[in-house]
Nanobody, 114 residues
Framework: QVQLVESGGGLVQPGGSLRLSCATS????????MGWFRQASGKQRELVAT??????TDYSDSVKGRFTISREGANMVFLQMNSLEPEGTAVYCC?????????WGQGAQIAVSS
């Protein structure tokens, strides 16, 4: 059973920064890609950023230039979020993709508010 555990969520003021961490029970190199998704209340889940096994990263237009996905070792993935906006308030989930199957963490709440 693949386990993904997020940490680092919380409350931040507009313009502030946070870093989310995702700890995995299996090597991230066993998967095709790792990613971060977010879901705001009443909205559909949105892909935020991905990093594939080769290290190529991709971002949604809404976060490009402000968020950075990275990895460290075989079991950690991070999402550095800068210049956060109130629209960034959501539950952020770490995901691991293997072929057509996605594994999910339980999510971390981010609230951007003054």
């Amino acid at each position: 059973q693949v386990q993904l555990v997020e940490s680092g969520g919380g409350l931040v003021q507009p313009g502030g920064s946070l870093r989310l961490s995702c700890a995995t029970s299996e090597s991230i190199f066993n998967f095709n890609a790792m990613g971060w998704f977010r879901q705001a209340s009443g909205k559909q889940r949105e892909l935020v950023a991905t990093i594939n096994v080769g290290g190529k990263t991709d971002y949604s237009d809404s976060v490009k230039g402000r968020f950075t996905i990275s990895r460290e070792g075989a079991n950690m993935v991070f999402l550095q979020m800068n210049s956060l906006e109130p629209e960034g308030t959501a539950v952020y989930c770490c995901s691991a993709r293997l072929v057509s199957r996605n594994y999910w963490g339980q999510g971390a709440q981010i609230a951007v508010s003054s």
